[in-house]
Structure formats: structure tokens, C-alpha cells
């Protein structure tokens, strides 16, 4: 019985962190209808800022996530409102090709930048752990679950209940009438996509904290993104994070029962049948399957 | 093309097909013909390294005109193409080691088998529209990775597999830097005649219809479920080919390197910047930017995937349809301004 618990723990603790990963992915494509390829990157980017805070000042993760997300935030603000702005009415091809040359160019920046090896952003409490009877519960991964579950609250609360979230909502739902109603679609796009940007920068700093990073892991992330958007919904928050924590779970139950990697085949599989059978995703409907396109 | 006559298309404009001047209708065959001699000719000027080179193009050149017939002709961003490729690698490696079957029998089985799991998935996945197809198509090819990587006493698993190509081992001796250059031209030229015959028979024209409007073209009587998976099957069936000479060519084979995302963006991006639904497009695409790449990797050895980055971010803002599409659009509107293109689609 331990070992489950102790998996099943441990894969609920990770869950909240790709949660947190995925969150900001799904908003991007659930509002604007982007596909961000470069996502992972700005995973990785983060981790990169809150390093650099950690190492250069001495600043604990958990002071310099806030740096490195209002780092992140600025620069998904600019790339959206000069860049992915300029092709955003043309076909989906177009926006996940300028994506994806993004991802190559930050990607290849930080190698030449940082080198491709892998760093870890090192605290003293996060390899402690707490005893809950049997089970051993690591410090640093569950501070890590606590923010990932806050922030994607936080960010539920914002698009619902404040006037920037709800121009958010309605230029996603139909950006022709928004824009009508005086919304200035261009500011939300931006403010969208920084969002999506500062959110993923903190996962970074979290996945850091909790373990390593390099510029080769950005499309893994990316990847898993991807699936958990999916699972969940795209543009559902609350779905986000329960494809998260789902993903989480099965990854680390399955990597207890199943031999080799067999687990991530199954994941695939469950996205495939997901897809065919329920294409809005698990949660409800996802709210984007109602926009009307402009 | 003899097809196209009998074809309900031309019947519908018969004045139009015969004001048809013939170099018009025969120049592009005239041309490539000329252009494979050509590529024939420049082989003997070749170093060797220049060959390996010339030969990736070709090998581009066929993939990109492979994605073509389904993302391009159709409209589905298939997403996982290189799962394709990784079956035909697979295969091909798997029949000349386990089943000591030459390399030209299982080549074009691994065609065909490529092209039968086209047909299968694409059943069901062929349904789904936009995103979520693209999607779709990447989970099915990062799980068939997942599968061939836990299947390690038929494909070595992730330590990858070693087709013998020397001595009594070999069932096909290794064809060498001259046997792969012919061999990947002539998969490029097919995949070029297939792309050109597809344009202009009366299955290019359903294969556009359902890219413009797919309840239109159902309405019109196309069949268009049959359409969409002959096309994926069509272009699995290349994609299979490429990926089963590929597969002889490296000897040694991984499940990381046949089943990689790159591959399959990399056919994306040259049929999109070079402009797909066209022939000429991909075929363009597939040259400039390979020749780019190696170019730029011969140069600038550490910034080169960040110079590529960069020049694609252009190149998609400026050019969002494609070369060939927008010389035809500006030649037919005097319209050659690129703002203009930036101004369609901006928000």
C-alpha cells in the first residue's frame, strides 16, 4: 500500500506543477486561437531568469519567480503585440509556423547564452521532506503544488471577476462584438499572451527548484502542454488543472506498475481516444467551441 | 493531362481547356524533365559531401511534396507525417534483419505498409477538423515512437537497430554516397509527378474542394470521406518510401531520430513557405530551405538554427501565403506590395 500512496502522492504533487505549465497554453489557444510552439520555451526561459536571480543575488525561487514572471510577462506582451499580432487573422498554419520559429530562435538564444547543460536552482529546505506516516512528503514539490494550485486559481478569479479578465473572455468569445463594445483587442491579445508567458515562467522557476532544466527539454514541455490543454478543455482553467493533476497521477501509477515506458504510449493513446470520442476535451464544453469567428 | 479531358471539370469548361497554349500545358513536364537530367548531370561535379548534401534535399523535396497532398491540397495539418517515416524506417530495418528480405522488396512493402496504417487511422482521425486533427496526428506518432521504443526485441529498442550492409549478413549490399543520390532523386521526382498528376486530375480538384468548403463538396457529390484517406494514404505511402531509404542509408536506426517532431515541422514549414496546394511550392520550399540550412550551418555552426529561426518569423509575416501563391497573385493583380500581405492578416 505505501508505494501507491507514495506514488500517487508524489504524481498528484507533479500534476499541479504541469497544471501550471499547461494553463497559460490553454488560455492562449482557447482566446486567441494559437497553437504556441514556444511555450516550452518559456518554461524554460523562466528557469533560466529565476537562476540567475538565484545564483547572481541570492534571491530563494520563491522571491525571484516574481522576477523572472514580470521578466516573461513583458516579453510575451511585445511578442504578441509586434509579432504574432501581425499574422493572427490568417490560417492556423501560419501562426503555429511563426511559433515555431519563435521556439527556434529562443531556444538556440539560451544555448548560445546559458549552454545546453543542465542547471538546477538550489534551496535549503528543497530537498527536506515531511513524514506523514508512511509516506515522505519533499518540501520544495509541495510548495511547488501550493503555488501551481493558487496561481491557476488566481488566474480563474481574474478572468471572471475583474474587468481585465472579462475584455479577456469577450474577445475570445467574439472579438468583432468586443471590439464594439470599446475593447482594445490589440492591449488584450497582448495582455493575454504575457499572461500566458509570466504563468509558464513561474512553472519554470518551480521546475528548477524541483529538479533540472536545459534548452532540450523546451518541446517536451510543449509537448505535454499540448495534452493536458487537451484533457482538460481548451481555454477551461479548472480543466487545465484537473488534466494536470490526471496526467500526473497516471505517469507516476503507471511508471510504478508498468514495465519500461509503455506509460507514455498509453497517454498517447488516451489523447487519441479523447480527441475522437470527446473533442471538446473531458471537462464540460470548452467555452471555445462557441466562438464566434471573426 | 489525358485524365483531366474525360474529367467532368474540363467537360464543364471545354473553352477554356482548349485555349490551353501548349507550353503551358507541357512546359512544366518539359521542365522537369530538363531538371532531372540536370540533377543527373551535376552528380559527376559533386564531392562527396556535396552528394550527401544534394541527396538530403531530394529527400526533403519528397517529404515536403508527401505532407503536401493532405496538408496542403486537402487543408489537414497533419501533424504527425513523420510517423510515416518512422514506419517505413521501422519496417524496412525490421524485414532485412529478422526476415533477411532485400532492400528493394521491403521498400516498397514498407510503402504499402505505410500506406495501409494511413488508411486505418485515418478513418477515424480524418473526422476531427483543425487543431485537434494536428494534435491528433502527433499523439498517434509520439505513441508509435513510445511503441517501437518498448518493443526491443524486434526493434532494438531504444539502443536502435544496425542493418547489416556488408558481407554474407547484408540481404542488399550498401548502395553507397551514389546509390542514395540516384535513390533519393528518384523518390523526389516520383513524389513530383505523383504532386503534379494529383493537381491536375479530378481528385486534386475534390482534394481543394474539401480544403475550401468540406460540407460544399459533400453536397457537390464528392465522396469526401473516400478523398481525405486516399489522399493520407497517398502521401503515407510516399512519406513510407522516404522513410525506408532513409532508414538503409543511416544503417543505424532510433526510435528518437525516425519518429522526431523536427522532421515533421520541417515538412510544414518548406511546403508553407514555399506554398502549399502547389507543386511548384514545396518542391521550392524543400530546396531553398534545406540548402539554407546547411548553408547556414556551414557558417555560423552555433547561431544557425537561430538564424533560421528569424528568417522564418520573416518569411511568415511577409510571405504568409507561400512564394508561389503570392508571385501568382501579385502577377495576376499588379499587387507586389508585401505591406499588402501584412495588412490581410494583421489584427
Not at chain 1, 505549465?21 to 516550452?40: D, K, P, R
Not at chain 1, 509558464?200 to 534548452?215: L, R
Not at chain 2, 534535399?57 to 491540397?73: D, E, T
Request: charged share 10%; hydrophobic share 55%.
Amino acid at each position: 500500500m505505501t508505494p501507491f500512496l507514495q506514488a500517487a502522492l508524489y504524481g498528484l504533487l507533479q500534476g499541479g506543477l504541469l497544471a501550471l505549465i499547461a494553463v497559460g497554453f490553454s488560455l492562449v489557444w482557447g482566446v486567441m486561437n494559437v497553437v504556441n510552439l514556444a511555450h516550452g520555451s518559456f518554461v524554460i526561459l523562466g528557469a533560466y531568469v529565476g537562476w540567475e536571480m538565484n545564483t547572481k543575488l541570492g534571491w530563494d525561487p520563491f522571491l525571484a519567480m516574481f522576477v523572472s514572471a514580470a521578466v516573461l510577462f513583458a516579453l510575451g506582451y511585445l511578442i504578441q503585440r509586434f509579432v504574432i499580432n501581425l499574422v493572427i487573422n490568417g490560417p492556423i498554419f501560419i501562426t503555429l509556423l511563426l511559433t515555431f520559429g519563435l521556439d527556434l530562435l529562443i531556444v538556440q538564444g539560451m544555448n548560445i547564452v546559458f549552454s545546453g547543460n543542465y542547471r538546477s536552482i538550489h534551496t535549503g529546505y528543497a530537498s527536506t521532506g515531511l513524514d506523514l506516516g508512511s509516506v515522505r512528503v519533499p518540501v520544495g514539490r509541495l510548495l511547488a503544488f501550493g503555488v501551481a494550485v493558487l496561481l491557476t486559481v488566481a488566474l480563474v478569479y481574474l478572468v471572471s471577476r475583474t474587468r481585465v479578465g472579462t475584455s479577456i473572455m469577450a474577445t475570445g468569445m467574439d472579438r468583432g462584438a468586443a471590439r464594439l463594445m470599446g475593447i482594445r483587442s490589440r492591449h488584450v491579445y497582448a495582455l493575454t499572451f504575457g499572461i500566458a508567458a509570466a504563468l509558464a515562467a513561474v512553472a519554470g522557476v518551480m521546475v528548477g527548484t524541483v529538479g533540472t532544466f536545459s534548452p532540450a527539454a523546451a518541446a517536451g514541455y510543449t509537448l505535454l502542454s499540448f495534452v493536458i490543454a487537451v484533457l482538460g478543455g481548451l481555454g477551461n482553467m479548472y480543466g487545465a488543472l484537473l488534466g494536470g493533476l490526471v496526467i500526473g497521477l497516471v505517469d507516476s501509477l503507471a511508471g510504478l506498475y508498468l514495465p519500461g515506458t509503455w506509460v507514455n504510449a498509453l497517454a498517447f493513446l488516451v489523447l487519441v481516444v479523447v480527441l475522437i470520442f470527446r473533442p471538446s476535451g473531458l471537462v464540460g464544453r470548452a467555452y471555445y467551441s462557441a466562438r464566434v469567428e471573426v | 493531362m489525358a485524365t483531366t479531358v474525360t474529367s467532368p471539370e474540363a467537360e464543364a469548361a471545354p473553352a477554356a481547356s482548349a485555349a490551353q497554349s501548349p507550353v503551358r500545358r507541357w512546359g512544366p513536364w518539359g521542365l522537369g524533365i530538363l531538371a532531372l537530367v540536370a540533377m543527373l548531370v551535376l552528380q559527376s561535379q559533386l564531392y562527396v559531401g556535396q552528394e550527401r548534401t544534394v541527396a538530403a534535399i531530394f529527400m526533403f523535396v519528397a517529404l515536403a511534396q508527401g505532407w503536401n497532398l493532405i496538408g496542403g491540397f486537402t487543408g489537414y495539418a497533419c501533424f504527425g507525417q513523420v510517423v510515416f517515416f518512422g514506419i517505413g524506417g521501422y519496417f524496412t530495418a525490421v524485414a532485412m534483419v529478422h526476415w533477411q528480405v532485400n532492400f528493394w522488396t521491403a521498400l516498397v512493402a514498407s510503402g504499402i505498409v505505410a500506406a495501409l496504417f494511413g488508411a486505418v487511422i485515418g478513418l477515424p482521425l480524418l473526422r476531427l477538423k483543425g487543431h485537434y486533427f494536428a494534435i491528433a496526428t502527433l499523439g498517434v506518432a509520439e505513441g508509435m515512437r513510445e511503441v517501437v521504443t518498448n518493443l526491443p526485441d524486434l526493434t532494438g529498442g531504444g539502443a536502435g537497430i544496425t542493418i547489416p550492409t556488408v558481407g554474407d549478413q547484408a540481404p542488399t549490399a550498401y548502395l553507397g554516397n551514389d546509390g542514395f543520390y540516384l535513390l533519393f532523386l528518384a523518390l523526389a521526382a516520383l513524389s513530383v509527378l505523383v504532386g503534379g498528376l494529383v493537381s491536375r486530375n479530378k481528385f486534386g480538384f475534390a482534394l481543394r474542394a474539401i480544403n475550401q468548403d468540406e460540407d460544399a463538396a459533400a453536397s457537390m457529390g464528392i465522396n469526401t470521406t473516400w478523398a481525405k484517406v486516399a489522399a493520407f494514404s497517398l502521401s503515407g505511402f510516399i512519406t513510407g518510401l522516404v522513410g525506408a531509404t532513409y532508414a538503409f542509408q543511416q544503417a543505424v536506426i532510433f526510435p528518437e531520430r525516425l519518429f522526431s517532431v523536427d522532421i515533421t515541422v520541417l515538412m510544414v514549414v518548406m511546403v508553407v513557405i514555399g506554398g502549399s496546394g502547389t507543386v511548384l511550392g514545396p518542391l521550392l520550399g524543400a530546396v531553398v530551405l534545406q540548402f539554407l540550412s546547411e548553408y547556414l550551418r556551414q557558417n555560423f555552426t552555433s547561431a544557425h538554427t537561430f538564424i533560421l529561426g528569424v528568417i522564418i518569423i520573416i518569411a511568415v509575416i511577409l510571405i504568409p501565403q507561400g512564394a508561389v501563391n503570392y508571385f501568382r497573385e501579385a502577377r495576376r493583380t499588379g499587387e507586389y506590395s508585401l505591406l499588402a500581405n501584412v495588412r490581410r492578416y494583421r489584427l
